[in-house]
């Protein structure tokens, strides 16, 4: 068998070109010509308080301890329940978990200022145990010294969980393993 004669390369090789440009002439058609829109993407924001902005005092172990109201839009569709880890990778001994919130119904776009601290919600949703060994929220304690980050993430689902009450944020992680449609992140500050 031989192989291919030298005009037939030469023929090849002056072909790339006009195939690349015809790619990237696709690549970039105007958005409007596209049938499909691209959805809003997932956003998380706080009456308490700016994205990396200082937490207030209320909000943590120094002051009442309660929840900070919470807020999102942009769910994608086919979104059947929402789940909301809070955590604090700064901490001496690891990352420590502040929050764990799951099931909330599809149709949620709000967290009250000082959810209720007991495992299941009304109108929908459960609180798991957070690195306190409590149920529902525990605020920003970190000790004396430097500012921690505080990281509140969203996260859209296709499915419920259906997790027992008391769930702890690694059993939450694993049962939303390839169920997350959309996350959104909130980053908050607080220093003692």
């Known amino acids: ?5 030298p005009t037939d390369l030469v ?16 690549a970039s058609k105007p958005v409007g010509l596209s049938s499909a829109v691209p959805p ?13 902005g200082d937490i207030p005092r209320e909000f943590t172990c120094e002051g009442a301890d309660e929840s900070p109201e919470l ?33 909330l119904p599809p149709e949620t776009q709000h967290l009250p200022r000082g959810v209720p601290k007991q495992a299941e919600l ?14 529902g929220y525990g605020g920003p304690c970190p ?3 430097k500012p921690h980050r505080y ?8 499915t419920p969980l259906n997790l027992k009450a008391g ?13 997350i449609l959309a996350q959104a992140e909130l980053m908050g500050r607080y220093k003692r």
């Not at 706080?46 to 990396?52: D, H, L, N, V």
């Not at 059947?80 to 099931?103: E, N, R």
């Not at 769930?167 to 169920?179: C, F, I, V, W």
């Open 71 to 103: 807020s999102w839009s942009g769910a994608p569709p086919g979104t059947k329940s929402f789940a909301l880890i809070a955590d604090d990778p700064d901490a001496p001994a690891g990352t420590w978990v502040h929050w764990v919130i799951f099931d």
């Open 167 to 179: 769930a702890t944020k690694r059993d939450l992680e694993r049962a939303m393993r390839g169920h």
């Open 122 to 135: 009304q109108g929908g949703g459960r609180q798991g145990n957070n690195d306190f060994d409590r149920v």
């Open 143 to 145: 000790p004396p010294g």
């Open 151 to 158: 990281f509140f993430k969203l996260y859209a689902l296709d």
């Open 11 to 26: 023929c090849i090789l002056m072909t790339i070109p006009w195939l690349i440009l015809g790619a990237l002439g696709a």
């Open 1 to 5: 068998m031989r192989g291919p004669k």
């Open 40 to 52: 809003d993407p997932l956003k998380l924001s706080s009456s308490a308080f700016q994205p990396g």
